[in-house]
């Protein structure tokens, strides 16, 4: 069973970066589309980036294109988000998520493995 596990996260104030790391204990998601979503209080989680098993495409959401940037080690079984620029509606939990297929997506339903999440907060 995949086990991943998110880290990276913190307290930062606005315009700082922040790199979200997620391991995957059994690296049996190596073969996977993986993906990173959010969720801030009293809102539904949301997709904020995605990249297929070879690490050659990615997609993103509105709000955070030109901002972050998914990466992924499959060597390691690591995939991160380098995230810049970071605003006061980048707070939340960030989730990332293994695929059920090689191919990334935006739908959560598409994933079956998440992580527990890593508190991000931007404070303005």
């Known amino acids: 069973q995949v086990q991943l596990v998110e880290s990276g996260g913190g307290l930062v104030q606005a315009g700082d970066s922040l790199r979200l790391s997620c391991t995957n204990s059994?690296?049996?998601?190596?073969?996977?589309?993986m993906g990173w979503f959010r969720q801030a209080p009293g809102k539904e989680r949301e997709f904020v980036a995605t990249?297929?098993?070879?690490?050659?495409?990615?997609n993103y959401a509105d709000s955070v294109k030109g901002r972050f940037t998914i990466s992924r080690d499959n060597g390691r079984g690591v995939l991160y988000l380098q995230m810049n620029n970071l605003t006061s509606d980048d707070t939340a939990v960030y989730y990332c998520a293994a695929a059920r297929s090689s191919l990334g997506s935006s739908a959560k339903d598409q994933y079956n493995y998440w992580g527990r999440g890593t508190q991000v907060t931007v404070s303005a």
């Open positions: 990249i297929d098993w070879r690490g050659s495409r990615t």
């Open positions: 059994r690296r049996t998601s190596s073969n996977n589309g």
